[in-house]
Nanobody, 121 residues
Framework: QVQLVESGGGLVQPGGSLRLSCAAS?????MGWSRQAPGKERELVAD???????IYADSVKGRFTISRDNARNTVYLQMNSLKPEDTAVYYC??????????????????WGQGTQVTVSS
């Protein structure tokens, strides 16, 4: 069973930046991030394949950047220009199957424990 371990959440003021990291216990095809705010459904934030193909939620395009270090089995999410509506628990996600469709996180295989991101003044 692949383990995903997240780090990097915290409290930041509006307009600030944070970087999340997620390390996988072994190499997998797809890694990324979903988030869930209180009282809301989980939504995909961004994903990246081992080949570098990415997908972003419209709400974070231009502000968030996902990247990946395949040698370290680690994915990063650089979050800039953060807004209060970005407040959520962020979950690292992953999929081993190369036929998985990017964006359909309900089909993914692996999940981290979650890290809280709070954007507030």
């Amino acid at each position: 069973q692949v383990q995903l371990v997240e780090s990097g959440g915290g409290l930041v003021q509006p307009g600030g930046s944070l970087r999340l990291s997620c390390a996988a216990s072994e190499s997998i095809f797809l890694m990324g991030w979903s988030r869930q705010a209180p009282g809301k459904e989980r939504e995909l934030v961004a994903d990246i394949t081992s080949g570098g193909t990415t997908i972003y939620a419209d709400s974070v395009k231009g502000r968030f950047t996902i990247s990946r270090d395949n040698a370290r089995n680690t994915v990063y999410l650089q979050m800039n220009s953060l807004k209060p509506e970005d407040t959520a628990v962020y979950y690292c996600n992953g999929a081993a199957d190369r036929t998985v469709v990017l964006g359909r996180d309900w089909e993914y295989d692996y999940w981290g424990q979650g890290t809280q991101v709070t954007v507030s003044s």
